[in-house]
C-alpha cells in the first residue's frame, strides 16, 4: 500500500459506510493518480484508493472522510452516494475491452476483503459497480469485471441459475433490489445495466427471460420476494 494522498476530500459522520462502488479508471495509472489527486479541476474528482494493474495499492483518501467518485447515483432509494461509500477506481483502459490481469483482481479482492471488514454495513448486495448506481452515464467497471470470482471469494452477490423468472414488472422488481427508478433513465437501460453485470454476453436491454430469472435468484439471496 502506497500513501498518495488526495487533496480531494470531506467529511462525514462515524459509521456512515455501507456501500461499496468499484470503478475502472478508462486511463493509465500516472494520469489516473493526477486526475484523483487535481484540486484546480472544475469537477474535483477522487477515489479512496487506485489500484495499479500490478496489484500495487494507492491510497488516496482515507476511508472516514468523503472521496469524490460516484456523482449523480441512486441505490436502495438513496442518492448521492459519495456521502455513504468507499470508492475504488481500478486501473484498466476499458473494461469492455481489456481484460483484468488476474494479479489485479487477486490484489482487489484483498482489499475490498478488509474493506467489508472494516465496514460491517456494506452487505453482499451492496458491492456495486458505477454502472449498477448510474445506469447509461456509467459502464464501469466494464463487460469484462470478474463478478463472479469476487462473489466466489466472499465480495457481492452472484445469481444461481435455475430460478424461475419473475412475471410483471421488471423495473419494480429491479427496485427492489436496489437499482433506481426510471427517472433520468429509461427501465431498458437499467435492464442493461443489470444485464452488463450479471449477464454481460448479452447486455441489450431486453427483460427476457434469463434476465427475469437471474434477478429473481438475486431478489432471493437478500430475502426479498421475486
Ligand atoms: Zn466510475
Not at 459497480?129 to 469485471?145: N, Q, T, Y
Request: glycine share 8%; net charge negative.
Amino acid at each position: 500500500m502506497i500513501d498518495r494522498p488526495s487533496p480531494n476530500h470531506a467529511p462525514r459522520p462515524a459509521d456512515a459506510v455501507d456501500v461499496l462502488v468499484l470503478h475502472y479508471t478508462e486511463l493509465a495509472l500516472a494520469p489516473s493518480l493526477d486526475i484523483l489527486c487535481d484540486d484546480r479541476r472544475s469537477q474535483r474528482v477522487s477515489a479512496h484508493y487506485v489500484l495499479a494493474e500490478d496489484g500495487t495499492v494507492y491510497r488516496l483518501v482515507p476511508e472516514d472522510r468523503i472521496a469524490w467518485h460516484a456523482g449523480r447515483s441512486h441505490w436502495r432509494g438513496r442518492e448521492a452516494l459519495n456521502a455513504s461509500s468507499i470508492g475504488i477506481e481500478i486501473v484498466n483502459l476499458h473494461g469492455d475491452r481489456h481484460d483484468y490481469p488476474a494479479v489485479q483482481i487477486d490484489a482487489l479482492i484483498e482489499l475490498c476483503r478488509g474493506i467489508v471488514g472494516r465496514h460491517p454495513a456494506i452487505v453482499a448486495r451492496n458491492v456495486v459497480g458505477h454502472s449498477d448506481i448510474a445506469p447509461k452515464r456509467k459502464i464501469d467497471p466494464g463487460l469484462r469485471f470478474p463478478w463472479a470470482r469476487l462473489a466466489a471469494s466472499g465480495i457481492g452477490l452472484w445469481p444461481r441459475s435455475g430460478a424461475a423468472p419473475i412475471d410483471g414488472d421488471i423495473q419494480a422488481a429491479l427496485q427492489r433490489f436496489g437499482y433506481p427508478p426510471a427517472v433520468d433513465v429509461a427501465t431498458a437501460d437499467i435492464v442493461a445495466a443489470f444485464q452488463r453485470r450479471y449477464r454481460p454476453a448479452r447486455a441489450d436491454g431486453l427483460a427476457d427471460g434469463e434476465s427475469r430469472a437471474l434477478l429473481a435468484d438475486l431478489l432471493d439471496q437478500v430475502g426479498h420476494e421475486a
